[in-house]
C-alpha cells in the first residue's frame, strides 16, 4: 500500500483529534453550571471561593492558560475526577465501564458483520428468493425497532417467564469462586442483552448489503463473469461481493467506532454496567468531567475507526491506492 | 458411445456435435423482454442467420435494433426479464435454445465467448487483470493455477501487451489496453466464435485502428469466427467479410461486404450508408434518416420500416416482407425485391440509381 496514503490519512486523525480536544474544552465551558460551579458556592466566603478559584487554576484566563492546561492533561491522560463518583479520576470510572460494553456490543457487531454480510448478499443475489423473502423481512423488522424494544420481549420471556436467563447486570453478586463459574454467570447474563443487539446489527448490515448487491449485479462485470460460465456462487463470491463490500466498509466503521458508546437504552433496560448505562448516570448527576471523559473516549474511537476504514478500504480497492 | 468430434485446433467438441453442421446458424430467433409496467417488448422478431468457421461478419443498425440482445440470447446471457420466445441457436449443430443454465455453461466462454464495450466496466475493477484473464482457463479448462497464469501471461503478449502487466488493475491501464485485455480474455478458452460488441466505441480513432488491426491480426493467426456489433459501418467494411443489417429486430439485409456496400438494396440499408461519412474519403454526410424506429411492445403489422421509407406501397403495411435470396449471395426483406412484379421492379431499380 502506499505509504503516503497511510502518512496523509494518519495525519489527518490526528488533526481531527485535536479540533476534538479543543472543541470539548470549549463546549464545557460554555454550558450552564460548567467547572466554575464549585466556585460560586453561596455557603463560601468570597475569600474561599476565591481560593477554591486559584485551587483549580479558574482564575487564569481560559485562553491560554487554562486551554494549554487542559490539553497539557488531556494529552498525559489526567481527564479529571468525577462529581458522581467522588474523587475517582474519570479515566478509572471509564476504564471499568469499558470492558462490559466491548463485550456486549463488540461481541454484537462481530457476530452481526459476520451473518448480516452473508444474509443480505444472499438475499440481494436472490431476490425475491426464500432467503430475502424470510431474511430481508425480519431485517426490515429488527433494524426499525430499538434495542429495548428487541430486549424488553426477550426479558418477558425468557428472563421473567421461563426463568432460564438472568433479568438484568453482568454478575451475581457472590455467586462463585472459581473462574469457570464465573465465566458462565457472565455468558448467561449476555446472552439476552446479546441477542437483541446482534439482532438489530444484523437488520442493519444486512439491508444496507442487500442493496449493495443489487447495485454490483447490475454492472457489466457481472455479464462478463456470466459470459465466462461461471457458477453463480462463484460469481458472487469473487465477482458481486468484493465489489459490493466497498460501500460496506466506511458504514461497518462507522458503527464500530461507536461501539464505545455503548448502546444506552439496551443497556438500560439490561441494567449492564457499560458506557452506555455509565452516560445516562453522569447525564443526571451532571458530572461534566465524567461526561467529558466519555465523550472524548467517543470521539477518539470514531476518529480512529474511520482511520481503519481508510486503511482497510486501501486494501480492498486498488483503485483508492494510487 | 458418441464419436469423439474435434474443431479448432483438435480441440474435442461438446456431445452431440455434427461435423457437418455449420459453426452456427440461428433460425427464426425471438427475443421478448418484460416491462415493469407488464407489457412485453419483442426486441429480436425473427432473425435467422449463420456464421462459417474463419468468417467476420458484422451486425450493423441504428441504436436499440436488437443487435447486443442478439448477441446476449445466443448463450442465454439475457437479464432476467428477457428471454428468447422462439427459434434455434445451433452451434456444431446443437440446439442452445433449450438447454438448462447448467447444461449452457459447458458452451459459454469455451465455444462463445465476448468482448464488451468499454472495457472499463466488462473487468472487474477489484481484480488484476492476469487474474480474470487466468480465471476461464483454471476454472472452467480445470488447468492448474500456475498454467492458467502462464497462459495468460501469454495471452497478454499476443494482444501486444508485455506480461508483466498481469498484475495490474484495470483502472491502470489505458482505454485501449482494457480492450486488448478484455480481447485476451475473450480467448482464453480458445472459443469457436468470438462475439465482439462495439468493441471499438469508446476508444479515440488512433486506438480504435489499433484494436482493429489487432482483431484483423487474430483471425488471419488464429483463425478467429467473429460476431461484430457495431453501428461505424467503417469498421464492418474494413474487418467483415459478411454485414447484416438490422432493423427493429429483424434482419433487413444481409450478405457479402463488397455486395452490400457497393449495391445496398433494401432502402434502409441505402439511407444507413449515406447518412455515414464516407468511408473512403471520411467525408462527413449530411443526409439522417427521418423518423424513428417503431414501439416494439406494439410493433405495427407489415414491414417495420415502411412508416419511414419513401418507396413504401400498400402491402408494406399490410404484410411482412419476406426475405428474398438473389444469386450473388445478397439477402433482402424488401417488398420491392419480392419476385414477379414489374412495377416493384422499376421501382427497385430507382433505389439502386
Ligand atoms: N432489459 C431490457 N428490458 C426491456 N427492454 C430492453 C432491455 N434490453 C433491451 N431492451 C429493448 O430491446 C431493444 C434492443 O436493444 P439492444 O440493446 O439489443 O439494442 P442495440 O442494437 O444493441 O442498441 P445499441 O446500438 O444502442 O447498443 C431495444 O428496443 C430496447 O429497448
Ligand atoms: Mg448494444
Redesign the pocket.
Known amino acids: 500500500m502506499n505509504v503516503a496514503y497511510l502518512v496523509r490519512k494518519l495525519a489527518q486523525a490526528l488533526v481531527t483529534i485535536a479540533a476534538i480536544v479543543i472543541l470539548l474544552f470549549v463546549l464545557f465551558r460554555a454550558m450552564p453550571g460548567s467547572p466554575d460551579r464549585v466556585s460560586k458556592n453561596p455557603n463560601m466566603t468570597p475569600a474561599m471561593q476565591a481560593a477554591e478559584r486559584a485551587r483549580w487554576g479558574l482564575d487564569k484566563p481560559l485562553v491560554p492558560d487554562q486551554l494549554v492546561a487542559f490539553i497539557g492533561s488531556t494529552v498525559t491522560g489526567d481527564l479529571g475526577t468525577s462529581i458522581k463518583f467522588r474523587g475517582q479520576p474519570v479515566t478509572e470510572v471509564v476504564g471499568a465501564a469499558v470492558g462490559p460494553t466491548i463485550l456486549l456490543v463488540g461481541l454484537g457487531e462481530a457476530i452481526a458483520i459476520i451473518v448480516g454480510l452473508a444474509l443480505g448478499a444472499l438475499s440481494g443475489w436472490r431476490r425475491g428468493g426464500l432467503v430475502d423473502r424470510l431474511g430481508n423481512g425480519a431485517s426490515l423488522v429488527f433494524y426499525s425497532m430499538p434495542y429495548f424494544v428487541i430486549g424488553m420481549p426477550l426479558i418477558m420471556v425468557f428472563a421473567s417467564g421461563l426463568g432460564w436467563f438472568p433479568t438484568s447486570g453482568m454478575t451475581t453478586p457472590g455467586a462463585s469462586a472459581d473462574p469457570v463459574g464465573q465465566v458462565l454467570d457472565v455468558a448467561g447474563h449476555l446472552v439476552l442483552p446479546l441477542t437483541a443487539v446482534t439482532l438489530g446489527l444484523i437488520g442493519a448490515y444486512s439491508i444496507l448489503m442487500r442493496s449493495a448487491i443489487i447495485e454490483t449485479r447490475a454492472e457489466d462485470y457481472i455479464t462478463t463473469a456470466r459470459a465466462k460460465g461461471l457458477t453463480d456462487a462463484r460469481i458472487l463470491r469473487h465477482h458481486a461481493f468484493p465489489n459490493a463490500l466497498l460501500p460496506m466498509v466506511t458504514f461497518i466503521a462507522i458503527n464500530l467506532g461507536y461501539v464505545i458508546a455503548g448502546a444506552i437504552t439496551l443497556e438500560v433496560v439490561f441494567s449492564w454496567p457499560g458506557l452506555g448505562t455509565l452516560t445516562v448516570a453522569a447525564l443526571n448527576a451532571r458530572d461534566y468531567p465524567l461526561l467529558q471523559g466519555i465523550f472524548l473516549l467517543v470521539s477518539v474511537s470514531v476518529v480512529m475507526f474511520n482511520l481503519l476504514a481508510d486503511f482497510v478500504y486501501g486494501a480492498l480497492d486498488p483503485r483508492v491506492r494510487s | 458411445m458418441t464419436t469423439e468430434v474435434r474443431g479448432r485446433l483438435g480441440r474435442l467438441l461438446p456431445d452431440g456435435a455434427d461435423p457437418t453442421a455449420p459453426l452456427l446458424e440461428v433460425r427464426d430467433l425471438a427475443v421478448r ?1 418484460r ?1 415493469p409496467s407488464g407489457a412485453s ?1 419483442r ?2 422478431g425473427g432473425m435467422s442467420f449463420r456464421l462459417d468457421a474463419g468468417e467476420a461478419m458484422g451486425i450493423a ?10 448477441a446476449l440470447s445466443l448463450v442465454h446471457l439475457l ?1 432476467g ?2 428471454r428468447v420466445s422462439a427459434g434455434s441457436v445451433k452451434l456444431f449443430g446443437i440446439d442452445l435454445v433449450p438447454l438448462t443454465e447448467r447444461q449452457l455453461a459447458r458452451y459459454r466462454w469455451r465455444e462463445i465467448s465476448m468482448v464488451f464495450q468499454g472495457a472499463m466496466n466488462a473487468l472487474n475493477p477489484v481484480q488484476r487483470v492476469g487474474d480474470q484473464i487466468a480465471e476461464p482457463i483454471e476454472v472452467r479448462l480445470g488447468q492448474s493455477r500456475d498454467a492458467s497464469r502462464k497462459r495468460a501471461g501469454e495471452l497478454l503478449e499476443l494482444v501486444g501487451i508485455p506480461r508483466q502487466r498481469a498484475s495490474a488493475y484495470p483502472h491502470e491501464l489505458s482505454g485501449g489496453m482494457r480492450q486488448r485485455a478484455m480481447i485476451a480474455m475473450a480467448l482464453a478458452c480458445d472459443p469457436a466464435v468470438v462475439i465482439g ?2 468493441p471499438t466505441t469508446a476508444l479515440d480513432v488512433m486506438v480504435q485502428a489499433q484494436i482493429l488491426q489487432l482483431l484483423e491480426r487474430l483471425r488471419r493467426e488464429l483463425g478467429l469466427s467473429l460476431l461484430l ?1 457495431t ?1 461505424d459501418l467503417s469498421v464492418i467494411a474494413e474487418t467483415c467479410d459478411r454485414v447484416m443489417v ?1 432493423y427493429a ?1 429483424r434482419v433487413a439485409e444481409e450478405g457479402p461486404v463488397s455486395r452490400v456496400f457497393t449495391a445496398p438494396r433494401h432502402p434502409y440499408t441505402v439511407k444507413l450508408l449515406s447518412s455515414f461519412p464516407d468511408i473512403r474519403t471520411g467525408r462527413r454526410a449530411l443526409s439522417m434518416i427521418p423518423g424513428s424506429p417503431p414501439d ?1 411492445r406494439t410493433p405495427p403489422p407489415g414491414c417495420l420500416f415502411a412508416p419511414r421509407c419513401e418507396h413504401a406501397m400498400p402491402v408494406c403495411a399490410v404484410e411482412t416482407p419476406p426475405e428474398i435470396n438473389s444469386d450473388d449471395g445478397v439477402r433482402v426483406a424488401c417488398h420491392l425485391f419480392t419476385a414477379g412484379d414489374a412495377v416493384r421492379r422499376d421501382a427497385a431499380s430507382e433505389v439502386k440509381a
Open positions: 423482454f416491462t417488448v426486441a429480436v443498425g441504428e441504436s436499440g435494433c436488437g443487435k447486443t440482445t442478439t437479464p426479464t428477457g460488441d462495439e456489433i453501428h438490422m429486430g416494439l
